[in-house]
């Protein structure tokens, strides 16, 4: 969804951009908005994505995440222009909410928050600026331009929830990190 908004409120300022996903989803991407699609499965990221369709390398100005950690944020280091942007709508953490966390390893997600945005774009250094966002951070201009330009989201699957079964099987989905949409 992001994606597509990106494509039609932004066309005026000429943007390119690459879309990140499994082979399996080639085709589906470019649907999005993507100019160009990046299969992570074929090796490291940060590789696939500097080497541009021509074999020319290429820097990226922002880097959009959607899965968190570490090794997300390693590999957007190494394709932002200086100066660029890292942001992620997950955090320091990869598949946060995977499992039930104790207070420590709360306290310790909090601690990485407060590290990764607040501190280190604070500090110089060679690594990009890193912002965190919400849903509730996008505001309603966002959501109005979505509207206007007849963004839809996909949807994979619709699961009634009036069955304790088939809300299981909804939540062992999304847990599997392969929900398309």
Request: hydrophobic share 40%.
């Amino acid at each position: 969804m992001l994606v597509t908004m990106l494509r039609k409120s932004f066309s005026d300022y000429n943007l390119h951009i690459t879309g990140v996903c499994s082979g399996r989803n080639k085709d589906f991407v470019p649907g999005l908005g993507a100019d160009r699609v990046v299969d992570y499965t074929k090796g490291p990221i940060e590789i696939a994505l500097n080497k541009g369709d021509g074999g020319e390398a290429v820097m990226y100005d922002a880097v959009f995440d959607i899965l968190g950690g570490q090794p997300s944020y390693e590999s957007a280091k190494a394709v932002l222009r200086k100066g660029g942007s890292f942001i992620t709508c997950v955090g320091p953490e990869a598949w946060i909410g995977d499992e039930i966390l104790s207070y420590g390893a709360k306290m310790s997600w909090v601690g990485k928050i407060l590290w990764y945005s607040g501190i280190l774009n604070k500090i110089p250094g060679s690594h990009p600026t890193y912002y965190m966002v919400a849903p509730s951070e996008l505001g309603k201009d966002t959501y109005t331009k979505a509207f206007e330009n007849n963004v839809i989201p996909h949807v994979d699957k619709v699961f009634p929830f009036d069955d304790i079964e088939k809300f299981k099987a909804a939540m062992e989905l999304v847990r599997s990190h392969r929900v398309k949409g």
